[in-house]
């Protein structure tokens, strides 16, 4: 599943194609037809990310909201090459580009206050500036359960997955089966600015790399992770420990993340 840095990736580059810009909006697919011809000419005012939640804010004072779910992606074309897929659930396109959605699992036209209120129910973004660090160590610290199930509760903060889950806990230390109501103010602070840190990077490199590389762009996927998916971890070479967290498996090394 995308996560966060994927959301803000695309929220800064739909921008940079479209801001100010007058779009077509179709849904070859049909299922979001009756929105589209009703935002059709539209101009795009900002698109915004907020955890996995994409805004494309329009002149209409209405929002699409778009959530990518397990298999949803965006594919683009500069300059639209023909019509798009059957498949193609969104299309935003000028004369000199086309963005298409396909497969998300919500993709919808809301109102700027409806917008707002889906919002207020997500916990701090750790991509965000505007998020505020204290409030997000006391919500991490205060989370019932384990921290690693905490992490990917998008109402404890948002734009985590499994993969931010297990590296940014083996960055600090933590193991994911350890309760949050343990964690001490000097871990959970570790831990948030960890996430900060990790997923702005990621948001540069496009990608998860989290090990020490000269070449983060050419780094094989099976290599760029110390401790997620991996069979040993990549600082110490310890066994890494699988368990299920949150419902989803978790990866830890049993070395630096004692429970
Ligand atoms: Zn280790």
Same mark, same amino acid.
């Given at each position: 599943m995308p996560e966060g840095h994927v959301v803000h990736r695309l929220a800064r580059e739909l921008a940079a194609d479209l801001d100010g810009r007058r779009l077509s909006v179709s849904s070859p697919q049909g299922r979001f037809t009756t929105e589209a011809e009703r935002v059709d000419g539209a101009v795009l005012r900002r698109t915004d990310a907020h955890g996995k939640h994409l805004f494309v804010g329009l002149s209409s004072d209405e929002e699409i909201h778009v959530h990518l779910g397990m298999r949803g992606k965006w594919l683009r074309f500069a300059p639209p090459t023909g019509p798009a897929l059957p498949q193609v659930r969104l299309r935003l396109a000028t004369?000199?580009? +086309?963005?298409?959605?396909?497969?998300?699992?919500? $993709?919808?036209? /809301? #109102?700027?206050?409806? &917008? *707002? %209120? !889906?919002?207020? @129910?997500?916990?701090?973004?750790?991509?965000?500036?505007?998020?505020?660090?204290?409030?997000?160590?006391?919500?991490?610290?205060?989370?019932?359960?384990?921290?690693?199930?905490?992490?990917?509760?998008?109402?404890?903060?948002?734009?985590?997955?499994?993969?931010?889950?297990?590296?940014?806990?083996? +960055?600090?230390?933590?193991?994911?089966?350890?309760? $949050?109501?343990? /964690? #001490?103010?000097?871990? &959970? *602070? %570790? !831990?948030?600015? @960890?996430?900060?840190?990790?997923?702005?990077?990621?948001?540069?490199?496009?990608?998860?790399?989290?090990?020490?590389?000269?070449?983060?762009?050419?780094?094989?996927?099976?290599?760029?992770r110390k401790v997620y998916k991996q069979e040993h971890c990549r600082d110490c070479g310890s066994a890494v420990v699988t368990s299920t967290v949150g419902g989803r498996t978790a990866y830890h090394c049993p070395r630096e993340q004692p429970g």
């Open positions: 004369e000199s580009v +086309a963005w298409d959605l396909i497969a998300p699992s919500r $993709c919808e036209l /809301l #109102t700027e206050e409806a &917008a *707002r %209120a !889906l919002v207020r @129910e997500l916990g701090p973004d750790p991509l965000r500036s505007d998020a505020d660090d204290e409030a997000a160590a006391t919500a991490l610290r205060d989370a019932p359960g384990a921290i690693g199930a905490a992490l990917l509760d998008q109402s404890v903060v948002s734009g985590v997955g499994n993969v931010f889950r297990s590296e940014a806990l083996h +960055a600090v230390g933590i193991a994911p089966t350890r309760p $949050c109501r343990e /964690l #001490t103010t000097d871990e &959970a *602070r %570790a !831990l948030w600015a @960890e996430l900060r840190r990790m997923m702005a990077q990621a948001v540069e490199d496009g990608r998860i790399v989290t090990v020490d590389a000269a070449d983060r762009a050419s780094i094989p996927e099976a290599e760029a």
